[in-house]
């Protein structure tokens, strides 16, 4: 894949966002690993501009590791500086900005429910009671509102392997 190339004024603006990252890969003594370069197209999926740091005292070394990532994940190379790489890959189009369909982790809106709550004397006619339900909550069957209970969060691994 050819590697994506970025005007002066892209990397600039990249390089002042990447500032305040923190590492999200490391790369040990091993180098270039099949994981390692997995967990980097992962991050970068995900997050879009990284930072990778090289426990490697190899100049030469560092720069093939990261001109090597760039050729292979489609990545633009932002800066290496020292020991630490910043790469930077458009959002798919698919997964929108945040690197996720954001359809899973979207709640319900509030919406109107019409309950009828009969009366426990006899003749009288049922109440008609229009009831607000926020995302976050379910109607009982006796017509309460109640909270649901929140759903059990999974990881970005599992939600990707399902």
């Known amino acids: 894949m050819a590697k994506l190339e970025l005007t002066p004024t892209e990397r600039r603006a990249l390089r002042a966002d990447a500032h305040h990252l923190d590492p999200v890969v490391l790369i040990g003594n091993d180098g270039l690993t099949p994981a390692v370069e997995k967990e980097i197209a992962l991050a970068l999926s995900v997050h879009g501009l990284i930072k990778v740091r090289i426990f490697s005292d190899d100049r030469a070394g560092r720069e093939a590791i990261y001109q090597d990532l760039a050729d292979r994940l489609n990545a633009a190379p932002v800066q290496h500086i020292g020991k630490l790489l910043v790469l930077w890959r458009p959002p798919s189009e698919k997964t929108g900005e945040r690197g996720h369909n954001d359809d899973e982790e ?25 009831l607000k339900v926020l995302g976050n909550q379910r109607l009982t069957p006796g017509g309460n509102v109640r909270r649901a209970k929140p759903k059990k969060k999974t990881s970005i ?5 399902d």
């Open 106 to 130: 979207r709640m319900a809106g509030p919406r109107e429910v019409k309950v009828l709550k009969y009366s426990k004397r006899a003749g009288h006619k049922p109440e008609v009671k229009v």
């Open 157 to 161: 691994k599992k939600r990707q392997a």
